[in-house]
């Protein structure tokens, strides 16, 4: 099957979204796809010995990254030219998230050359403490994509979250919720003999007390003043932040804040394994990977309330806390006595038991493999309701869930 992905950006940019694209990407042209991989040219894909697809960078102004820490690539003329192209040839579109421009030309050229389309769905609405940018979104939700999610052959949510967001959208077929996998191969418990302390002092990191990581873009939707205050709250802990982005945590000048802007994907799994705890005060989030990954390491997870309920199945394993729009010192607080009652925990005679409860959690739930297969189905169904006669085409039952 000759299939085009498309995204916003490629791998190398380290965004949540991008990254499970290339993932899938490397699954289904492992399964025989053909894979084109189309996303805008300001990263060049992370290029491994798992990469079996053609990239095809789109020339786009990334202006609104740059100043105001928002991606949203903008392809200009020949750009969208190049997706046109990319369209024209292929069977089936793949498309992650229906807010960014790449897609929006790409849903307009699969629906002129009759191509079948499964758009993905990650996100909802971010909540910004601007007010003006809130609106912004709003509006975008309803003018673009809202009617993106209609226009679709197949919707595809990775939470529930999501899902019950656009709940009221008149979906051409029932939309399905297929969660990301969960690389468990790297992403795992610490190993025997791993040393806690050998590991921290490798990473610049003290030897003793605990450790809070974070792990995403540093931008104000994953709360970063939420972090700020939270270490001013706690100079006790030491508060690893790993990630990039407009807002410098260096520049906070708190000496129990780490930052770690090298660390990405497999680099990744040592911090998860020499922390205690997991924090992720973010917004308008679907089932974030960075949170499936802190599972895998056996780490507990404390998160905003409604990122805790992306999947019911893992609620057992993630604690929730109200994020107060406009409100990050109280917000701090509720997360820094959620964080202590978790380390307290974390301290206590069945720590090992539940870290190898929340390891044997995602092993079992998030798989990529499975994600990939469920995909397969997906286009198989579209690519054949394209060419066969619809008085020959076998019943085919949609689920809504996964």
Known sequence: MNVLLASAYFDSHRGGIEIVAGRLARELAARGCEVSWLAADATQPVLDEAMRFTPVPIRAWNVTERRLGIPFPMPGPWGIAAIWRAVSSREVVVMHDGLYPNNVVAMLAAKWRRKPVILVQHIAAVPYANPVLRGVMRAANAMVARPMLAAADQVVFISETVAGYFADVRFKAPPQVIFNGVDTGVFALPPPGFKKSDVRSRLGLPRDG?????????????????????????????????????????????????????????????????????????????????????????????????????DPAATEFIEGVEIGTGAPDATAVAFADRIDRVLLAAAGPNHGVAAMARNAFVRERYSWAQAATQYMALMEILVTERTVPAQTRPAVTHRTSA
Request: proline share 8%; net charge neutral; charged share 20%.
């Open 210 to 310: 605990r450790v809070v990581t974070f792990v995403g873009r540093f931008v104000e939707k994953k709360g970063l003043i939420i972090l700020e205050r939270l270490a001013r709250l706690r100079p006790e802990l030491t508060f690893a932040l790993a990630g990039w982005g407009p807002i410098d945590p260096n520049s906070w000048r708190h000496p129990n804040v780490h930052v770690f802007s090298e660390l990405q994907g497999a680099s990744l799994v040592p911090l998860y394994q020499a922390s205690d705890c997991f924090v992720l005060p973010s917004t308008g989030e679907g089932l974030p990977l960075v949170m499936q990954e802190a599972l895998a390491c056996g780490l507990p997870v404390v998160t905003g309330r409604e990122t805790a309920s992306a």
